[in-house]
């Protein structure tokens, strides 16, 4: 099914993301996890893509197994990396193939931090992808936003100019780069608003389970920690399960201000985990599609 008929005002989606492992160990957790998450009926999921190798491959047979097999509504990532159009085009009917309806069009990065260099026969950027993706079958495009702006786009609004080119091109919302400041993604969301992006805003949260991990995904990405979370992770970097505790309530705090504030969803970044996810879930009882049926 394709997803933007669960976008409603008032309704917020609720999704969550895994990625494809690497050993057979990790895909046994990886489907135990889907189904302990899935009772709480997000209204789809998402599987990322990798920066190549086996693990894609494996996007799309997960994507196909989530959809056909678990039977919930599976948003696929792709990315422009190493990929002629042709290649994607092909990548493209094979998920068409294994019912998959969703995609989320991305450009990638360059491995190791390098510069980003276009595939000869690819796309430079998203929009290009996300043009490319509608022009093939019935599928519903999604694309990135990033709250705090894109690590390699110097100027705010010209990071807002080409996410309303994504827009332009077809994508039917924007799933946001993790943050931990509320106020970046509602200032994002109002800068949105005035450009006349109009398409669902959906907030990429991650629950923090491990102190020197995040700090190491937002070096990667770009996000910031406000101060006094930062101060109150690192006083317990030495108990775990209680940073994991703060983690939790912070991040519940967080999707409850969004949800107060009208947001149009929310995407939790799982890491493949589910105890964290469930609880924040539960403590919201956010009206994903079946909870609120
Ligand atoms: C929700 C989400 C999911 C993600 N999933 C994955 C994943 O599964 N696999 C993966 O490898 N990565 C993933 N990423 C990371 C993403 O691929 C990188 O952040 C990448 O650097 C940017 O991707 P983009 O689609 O926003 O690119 P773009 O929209 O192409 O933007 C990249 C940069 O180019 C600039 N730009 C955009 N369009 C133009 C234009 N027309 N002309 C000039 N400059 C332009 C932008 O301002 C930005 O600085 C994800 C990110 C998010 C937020």
């Known amino acids: 099914m394709r997803i933007d008929r669960f976008f409603a005002p008032n309704r917020p989606t609720i999704s969550f993301e895994f990625f494809p492992p690497k050993t057979d160990e990790a895909w046994k957790s990886l489907y135990q996890t889907i189904e302990h998450l899935k009772p709480l009926a997000p209204t789809y ?3 990322t893509y990798g920066a190549g190798g086996s693990t894609r491959a494996k996007t799309v047979e997960l994507c196909g197994k989530i959809q056909q097999e678990i039977g919930i509504d599976t948003l696929a990532h792709l990315t422009c990396v190493g990929h002629t159009a042709d290649e994607i085009g092909q990548i493209l009917d094979q998920l068409w193939d294994k019912g998959v309806r969703n995609v989320l069009a991305l450009r990638g990065d360059p491995p190791a931090g390098g510069v980003w ?15 490319f993706v509608r022009s093939k079958h019935d599928f519903f495009v999604a694309c990135a936003g990033f709250p705090e702006g894109h690590p390699q786009c110097l100027n705010l609004s010209r990071d807002l100019e080409h996410l309303k080119g994504k827009v332009d091109m077809g994508a039917g919302a924007i799933v946001t780069q993790l943050f931990f400041d509320n106020n970046d993604f509602l200032h994002f ?4 608003r005035r450009l006349g992006i109009n398409v669902p805003i959906v907030a990429g949260i991650m629950p923090i389970l491990n102190v020197s991990q995040i700090k190491r995904f937002v070096t990667m990405c770009g996000a910031k920690i406000p101060h006094p979370l930062l101060t109150k992770l690192e006083s317990l970097e030495h ?7 703060a983690g939790i309530e912070y991040a519940a705090n967080q999707c409850r201000d969004l949800l107060f504030h ?3 969803g929310i995407h939790f970044y799982t890491l493949n985990k589910h105890p964290a996810t469930i609880e924040i879930v539960k403590q919201l009882r956010v009206p994903g599609r079946n909870v609120a049926a």
């Open 45 to 47: 999921v998402s599987v």
């Open 117 to 131: 260099t276009k595939t000869p026969g690819g796309f430079d950027h998203a929009d290009e992808l996300v043009n």
């Open 189 to 192: 969301r109002d800068n949105c």
């Open 239 to 245: 108990d775990p399960a209680a940073a994991e505790a």
């Open 262 to 264: 009208g947001v149009d």
